[in-house]
């Protein structure tokens, strides 16, 4: 997935919950985190079906990547 720009992530748990993130950054596997413009956010669906989303900071790390 490195550099192939912004990407969306949607997930469906085993509880039914549905939830995901967005980053407008590309991936790169450094191993270490990368800071961001902001554009970085996580969000849950609620039952009622709205989004509640969850801002990132501008500044701080908005991607970390460690292989295990």
Sequence with gaps: CDDEGPTLTIIKSNYEKIFGGFTDISWLNTGAGKKGNGNTFIFSVQEDKTIKKFK???????IFQRDN
Excluded: M
Aim: charged content about 30%; glycine content about 14%; cysteine-free.
């Design 56 to 62: 990132s900071i501008v500044g701080k790390t908005e």
